[in-house]
T-cell receptor, first 115, second 113 residues
Framework: AQKVTQAQTEISVVEKEDVTLDCVYE???????LFWYKQPPSGELVFLIR??????QNEISGRYSWNFQKSTSSFNFTITASQVVDSAVYFC????????????FGTGTSLTVIP | EAGVAQSPRYKIIEKRQSVAFWCNPI?????LYWYQQILGQGPKLLIQ????????DSQLPKDRFSAERLKGVDSTLKIQPAKLEDSAVYLC???????????FGPGTRLLVL
């Protein structure tokens, strides 16, 4: 079974629109970490955020915000006022303590921001 | 602070040939990971090192893939012999310890013809 599901394969938005990338995870562990990474066309995975399972506070960093809801096992990522430079593939990942903190990546969401 | 370094960036080989990739992690990072990312998919862990010891290699195709991290710093991943399905990006990542965030290198794009 897929531990991390990113149902949106591809999204296109016009510049300055807001966009939300969905991430649903599955775990029985009580201690786990959730991550978002950005993969631009250059190929390098860029770390964006890390949350632990005990901290459900939403976080905002500039135009980026994250909504962590344990009740629905979701960790969604919103980009406000999108820009062309936001075009990339975004990966959500889960790390469980019980599996030695192995990373489980979703299949990614390809975001295209149209100027 | 220097990031994770990988070389080469690109490699084209014919099937049944051998190839090796090199990774130098962020200084001081004890944990090193090799991932395979096939086009259109998320990265899949191949092997994880803690210092110079293997922590997890359950998804490494050991009949053709091998990896080492002899001095607990840089690492090499080898494929011998390569198959067409090995065409992918090979990503190296490192973290301070196993529970911490992983930082990725630029990857090596391998094309097997």
């Amino acid at each position: 079974a897929q531990k991390v599901t990113q149902a949106q394969t591809e999204i296109s938005v016009v510049e300055k629109e807001d966009v939300t990338l969905d991430c649903v995870y599955e775990t029985r562990d009580t201690t786990y970490y959730l991550f978002w990474y950005k993969q631009p066309p250059s190929g390098e995975l860029v770390f964006l955020i890390r949350r632990n399972s005990f901290d459900e506070q939403n976080e905002i960093s500039g135009r980026y915000s994250w909504n962590f809801q344990k009740s629905t096992s979701s960790f969604n990522f919103t980009i406000t006022a999108s820009q062309v430079v936001d075009s990339a593939v975004y990966f959500c990942a889960l790390s469980e303590r019980n599996t030695g903190n192995q990373f489980y990546f979703g299949t990614g969401t390809s975001l295209t921001v149209i100027p | 602070e220097a990031g994770v370094a990988q070389s080469p960036r690109y490699k084209i080989i014919e099937k049944r040939q051998s190839v090796a990739f090199w990774c130098n992690p962020i200084s001081g990072h004890a944990t090193l990971y090799w991932y395979q990312q096939i086009l259109g998919q998320g990265p899949k862990l191949l092997i994880q090192f803690q210092n110079n010891g293997v922590v997890d290699d359950s998804q490494l195709p050991k009949d053709r893939f091998s990896a080492e991290r002899l001095k607990g710093v840089d690492s090499t991943l080898k494929i011998q012999p390569a198959k067409l399905e090995d065409s992918a990006v090979y990503l190296c990542a490192s973290s301070l310890v196993r529970t911490e965030t992983q930082y990725f290198g630029p990857g090596t794009r391998l094309l097997v013809l």
